[in-house]
T-cell receptor, first 112, second 118 residues
Framework: DGGITQSPKYLFRKEGQNVTLSCEQNLNHDAMYWYRQDPGQGLRLIYY???????QKGDIAEGYSVSREKKESFPLTVTSAQKNPTAFYLCASKSTVNTEAFFGQGTRLTVV | AQKVTQAQTEISVVEKEDVTLDCVYETRDTTYYLFWYKQPPSGELVFLIRRNSFDEQNEISGRYSWNFQKSTSSFNFTITASQVVDSAVYFC???????????????FGTGTLLAVQP
């Protein structure tokens, strides 16, 4: 089945540790996105990538890093520099500017 | 800069009432696209509708309808005869194409939590 897969669904991290969230799509989409969702703040764009080996910062990129070595994959690393990483993270992909985005089921990250 | 504003944080209605969710956007893009998504409690976003900037026709799909007005930069969503299953967070989103090129940046509003009471 075609779709977008995020893993893991739940993730616990100790303070000071880096952690990587996985996002894979088999839809042959060029563009991929990472969003952070906090209660009352909607979806805030962290990073996005329009093609392989290229990505741009979104509105809240500090404390995060990404890579886009393959079209299918867009992993997000939450570094120890991110002051408040506990949140729900959503990955999305879309083919062109005028098409809708498809979303994964999300990863809920909790810092313990 | 692009911006999407959903001023209504939460709306509560009784089943069978009509409800309108507001969306106001800002963009300097020459061509842009507007979307509505639904997020049920499971968390995954579900696509509802797409509208491009040069097509101001309103659209109706069953109990759902959308009113796009370029003059007021608004793209409002109305649910007629609401049902309990409509309870969710609804997001409005904007994607644009900049002068002489293309960008796939996709930004969302803060969402509106709709609670439909039986």
């Amino acid at each position: 089945d075609g779709g977008i897969t995020q893993s893991p669904k739940y993730l616990f991290r100790k303070e000071g540790q880096n952690v990587t969230l996985s996002c894979e799509q088999n839809l042959n989409h060029d563009a991929m996105y990472w969003y952070r969702q906090d209660p009352g703040q909607g979806l805030r764009l962290i990073y996005y990538s329009q093609i392989v080996n290229d990505f741009q910062k979104g509105d809240i990129a500090e404390g995060y890093s990404v890579s886009r070595e393959k079209k299918e994959s867009f992993p997000l690393t939450v570094t120890s520099a991110q002051k408040n990483p506990t949140a729900f993270y959503l990955c999305a992909s879309k083919s062109t500017v005028n098409t809708e985005a498809f979303f994964g089921q999300g990863t809920r990250l909790t810092v313990v | 800069a692009q911006k999407v504003t959903q001023a209504q944080t939460e709306i509560s209605v009784v089943e069978k009432e009509d409800v309108t969710l507001d969306c106001v956007y800002e963009t300097r893009d020459t061509t842009y696209y507007l979307f509505w998504y639904k997020q049920p409690p499971s968390g995954e976003l579900v696509f509802l509708i797409r509208r491009n900037s040069f097509d101001e026709q309103n659209e109706i799909s069953g109990r759902y309808s959308w009113n796009f007005q370029k003059s007021t930069s608004s793209f409002n969503f109305t649910i007629t005869a609401s049902q309990v299953v409509d309870s969710a967070v609804y997001f409005c989103a904007l994607s644009g194409r900049v002068y002489g090129g293309a960008t796939n940046k996709l930004i969302f509003g803060t969402g509106t939590l709709l609670a439909v009471q039986p």
